[in-house]
């Protein structure tokens, strides 16, 4: 459109006027494509790259490669991590905290099996995909996981084309529709886990190529430490058991690529939004740790997976018309005793449970109430208030209650600080990580009664128990963040940055106007500049 347009004119003398029509925008990538591994460590790909010639390898090559990405928050739960990737706000503006707070909802149901209700209820604000639709009411999104938060947290809350797995098939909740579509029948109806039962999971390469001990006590509980490693031989067990195999990713991109067969993603016109979030890595990695054979395995098959599904998106779509961001919901810390084995001899289980319990009896008594009353319930190094308002009227100093439990937590072997929120808002939040990530978590939460964070290579639990996240530090926060295709500048940026960037970045990528108060930044440096 001719008054659209605007004509740089450039005068010499002796010479007629130049007349310069500014090239047309660049064409914006007709699917973006966001993947989210769950747990991903980004050294994974380090310690590995020379064994990755896959999918990993693919965006690793020619993508913008993040080396200091983080999920710059406490409590690096799957829940709060994936309401960051595509909103740009930290889980305090999302309102999603913790798992337990997550996508759980009685009230809408699942189709065609059971399991726990699910919907994004508890999300605040806005995502990428709302901000799509606002551009194009016919753009489309289709979010698939093998869990429930992981496929509905990156959609934010708008009725999109949401699936995660549930006792052997892809579902959905009513939150979302009343009918399962043909195509997830029909994908449900060839019952790939349960055809599984029986069967093996067996190292995908020569032994010879594994450096890590395949048997250490410490792994999965204490049983089926070494490979090989079977499915039950029932279909129902197989099909729960399922969640525990890399196969578990094959099939939920293999279910991705039949959404996007069917909803025709990327072929119609307008920006459409495929958002996958694998599950295995993390399923895998709490049982077996980061430094075991079995999730160097998984690393290795996901990167053959990932090679099929993106070959055969670029078949459908055309690999120039794909933008694609790889990331993770959070990373782990191996387990202690793993750990008390590579430097760390004091590294140890914590747990807080005698003296919380210990607390509540003694609130319970100076507020000479209901006896059975939990008022405080510990969480993933959080302290919440069950009932601070009913608490505060029985009269009872809670303040100086609380000080003498900060106290006492303090001095538990591995406790490596508490916080109230009042101090956490006085600290300088570039100087201080631990206290900038609480802040990015319980930032104006009155719930909040203290923070308590471990010592790096700590864990929360008891010996046998899994290898944990959600600490806020570098072990639990940092992941990998690369975007790759059309409009990125490929390479290596070696400076801090936040999953929260991602969404600020996707939207200037794609030309959309974001709605909500972003906390994120576009990042500028790995994008084309305009022509
Ligand atoms: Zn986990």
Redesign the pocket.
Known sequence: MLTAVVLACALSPGSPPVFHLPSPAPPRPRLVVVITV??LRPDYLVRWRPQLTGGFSTLLADGAVFTNAFQDHGVTE?APGHSTVLSGRWPAHTGIVRNAEGVLDSTTRLLRVAGPGASPRRFRGTALFDWLQAADTTSRALSVSRKDRAAILPIGRAKAQVYWYQSGAFTTSRYYTDTLPIWVQTFNALRVPQQAAGTRWTLLRADSLYHEPDSAPWENGGRGVAFPHALPADSAGAAAAFIGVPQMDSLTLAFALAGVEALRLGRRGPTDLLAVSLSTT?AIG?AFGPDSREIHDQVLRLDDYLQWFLQRLFDRVGRQNVAVVLTADHGVTPFPESSRQQGHPDARWVSLDTLVRAANAQLTRLGGADTTKRWLEFDMGVLFFQDNGRLAATGANLDSALTALAARIRAVPGVARVDRPADLVRVDSAEDPIARRWLHLVAGDSRVAMVVTLRPFDAWGVPLGNAQ?GQPSDLDTHVPLILWGRGILAGTYDQRVNTVDIAPTLARLLGLSPFSLLDGRVLKEALEPPR
């Open positions: 769950d747990q799957t993390d709490h996240h």
